[in-house]
């Protein structure tokens, strides 16, 4: 086979970002350029590596399997060009990944562990959703990630062969509420009661439910204003402008003027908390980092 550098930097990116146009974004390409270098990996290779799809591009096996040497020889080829230049590293560097709350608390408590324990390493952090992090575990673009499910905490993905996954905590739902108002000096509210909230919530995708309203509620949820970042639905909180879903694990950085009231009436709401791999022997600064993360339990 012929196969490009170029070629295999676009074969990873399209592996992590789920089609040509965001690939093309990412890469800094025209969507044409992509789609062009995508068919000469196909015709070198000889047989399908992609599989366009309503919802995006997904790797056929063999595209998976080409993207597991695809790694190698790009990790091979940034060795080559520091070696060439003579750039040595004086740390081990680990590429993380964080779903969009873990960075409020979970990642400070876990960084200033490591940099207690092992000074030598050195974090670098992407935030996404958790269907966007294990696209990028595949691509091989992060080492590392903290991810979130909900019961019945099924596979991350269909791909072979599976991640590998260490939990670390398990966290209730709740509702974020304005300490003034409806909902002063309560520590729980029933489902019933919220029905006709006004709900600040983060846009719905197709590989995600619409997160800030409560799972299950009756009826049609009054969105009063869309936001994803986790300081600005808080804010709105306290404003008193709608009421919001986080994880429990939250409070500690909580702003002032914001409650968190139990949902009676309900099931429980748990959400686990891991960090996902790819699977094999981890280096020893991976399982540094993982031993970091797992201790802000």
Not at 255 to 277: D, K, N, Y
């Amino acid at each position: 086979m012929d196969i490009s550098s170029t070629g295999l930097r676009v074969l990873r990116q399209i592996a992590e970002s789920g089609s040509f146009t965001a690939a093309a974004t990412r890469l800094g390409y025209t969507q044409s350029a992509v789609s062009r270098q995508a068919a000469a990996l196909e015709r070198s290779a000889g047989t399908a590596l992609f599989e366009r799809r309503p919802d995006g591009v997904r790797l056929t096996p063999a595209g998976l399997t080409l993207l597991r040497h695809a790694r190698t020889i790009l990790d091979c080829l940034t060795a080559a060009e520091r070696d060439l230049t003579g750039t040595v590293p004086r740390t081990e560097l680990v590429r993380l990944g964080v779903f969009l709350s873990a960075g409020a608390v979970i990642l400070p408590l876990s960084l200033t562990r490591l940099a207690a324990t092992d000074p030598q390493i050195t974090v670098t952090t992407t935030e996404g959703t958790t269907p966007a992090l294990v696209r990028a575990l595949r691509a091989g673009s992060i080492d590392l990630a903290v991810l979130t499910s909900r019961p019945p905490h099924r596979p991350l993905d269909g791909e072979s062969p599976r991640l590998h996954v260490e939990t670390v905590m398990d966290t209730e739902l709740v509702v974020a509420v304005p300490s003034t108002g409806e909902f002063a000096g309560r520590t729980e509210v029933h489902v019933d009661e919220l029905v006709d909230a006004p709900w600040i919530a983060a846009p719905a995708s197709n590989a995600e439910p619409l997160l800030g309203v409560w799972p299950g509620l009756p009826g049609r949820p009054d969105i009063v204003h869309c936001a994803r970042d986790w300081l600005t639905k808080l804010q709105l909180v306290a404003g008193g402008f709608g009421v919001t879903t986080v994880p429990s694990r939250l409070s500690p950085v909580l702003p002032p003027g914001v409650s968190l009231l139990h949902v009676e009436g309900a099931p429980p709401e748990i959400r686990r908390v891991f960090v996902a791999r790819l699977p094999g022997r981890p280096t020893p600064a991976i399982t540094a980092v993982t031993r970091a993360i797992a201790s802000t339990t």
